[in-house]
Each structure stands twice: as structure tokens, then as C-alpha cells.
């Protein structure tokens, strides 16, 4: 069988523009689910204060509790405003986080970003729309086609016709970057497991656990 990747594009929206897609999706889209999510972003060495810095990194690594339920994520291949990437999720419970944590500083992976968001996830035309509140931030809409190597550009093109339609533009190398950098340069975000533990943070963003 056909290893499956994922197709998505990510860009940014403005409030208004999200309230107004949300209120397309009610009306003409299946709703699927509305997730509280967490997320544990990884950088190996250090956070860069560009994220350029790292443009040929095409390891994601991330630990990431969503509606209470946690998950190891690994993906695989470039992250642009629109890419495919092959993706490895491991699920486990959640009193295991810190194994899990521990897991990963014996492999020397111990800093990152925490990203907290509430998202709403919708059928439309055959994609699955993302509506993500990024707490603290701001507003992106993600675009995502599950599929094979080989049907990767209809997907592409697939996905393209429905963002016109929209009249949604993702983002371009510029603009990615500059959401990643302003997250990441956020001090009150950062978390390193050399000097913390599952608990403080826990402490913090306690609706998430």
C-alpha cells in the first residue's frame, strides 16, 4: 500500500475574515470536531531568531495534547506555506507525558515552543478546513488534502481552486516566517526540559491537560 502524505496549506486571516468563515463553513461544510491543542514544538540545538536560519531542517518534532489526549508527532519534509509531508503519529496516555519527555532528552532534544490554539475543523468540497485561533495572536486557516505521492498535484491544484474561491491566499516564504519568528521569539513560550518539568508547565496551561 501507498504510504499516504499530508497536503496543506497554512495562511493567515484576519479576524473578521475568519468570523466570516466560519459562518460559510456552518452554513455549507460539515463540521468535524473543535480541538483545544497544545503544542510542544522542538528545535534541536537552539530556537532560532530566524527561522531561515533552519530552512533545510525537514524534521518536525513535536509532542502535542489535543482535547486532553496526547500524541508524539514526527513529520517528515519541508515546511513551506504549502507543502506535503509524510507524517508518524504515536499516541499515549497523558499520565505518561513526562516519559515522554524524558524519552526525547535522552535523544537530545529538549527546547522549543509551546503553540496554544483552539482550531475548528470543517469538510468543504473534499478538504478538511481548519479555523485556528492561535491564543495570544492572531488567525490562520489551514487547507489539507490527505493523499498519495502520486495524486499530490491534483490535490495541489485541488486545493488551490477552493482558496481562489474563497479568495484566501497561504502564506508565502516571507510571511511563514515572520509568524513563525514573532511566536518564537517569544520568551514566555519557550520551554526547556533540561531545566523544567511537565508539571510547571501543566501549571500554566492547565485547561489543555
Known sequence: MEKQIEVEFIGGVSKDKFA???????????????KERISFMYFRDEIPKDISEIKNEDTDLRLRITNKEPELIVKK???????????????????????????????DWNIGVIYAV?????????????????????YNFEAEILTTKKDEPKAREEINRILKELELKPFDEEGLNKQC??????????????EQNIKEIKEKFSKFF
Open 20 to 34: 466570516e468563515l466560519k459562518s460559510k463553513f456552518e452554513k455549507d461544510a460539515t463540521f468535524k470536531k473543535r
Open 77 to 107: 519534509g519541508s515546511f513551506t506555506g504549502s507543502h506535503s509531508r509524510k507524517e508518524i503519529s504515536i499516541n499515549f496516555p497523558i499520565v505518561e507525558m513526562q516519559k515522554y519527555v524524558d524519552f526525547l532528552s535522552a535523544l
Open 118 to 138: 483552539e482550531t475548528l475543523v470543517y469538510e468543504y468540497k473534499g478538504i478538511e478546513f481548519s479555523l485556528v485561533n492561535i491564543e495570544d495572536y492572531g
Open 181 to 194: 519568528n514573532e511566536i518564537n521569539n517569544r520568551r514566555e513560550l519557550r520551554f526547556n526540559f533540561t
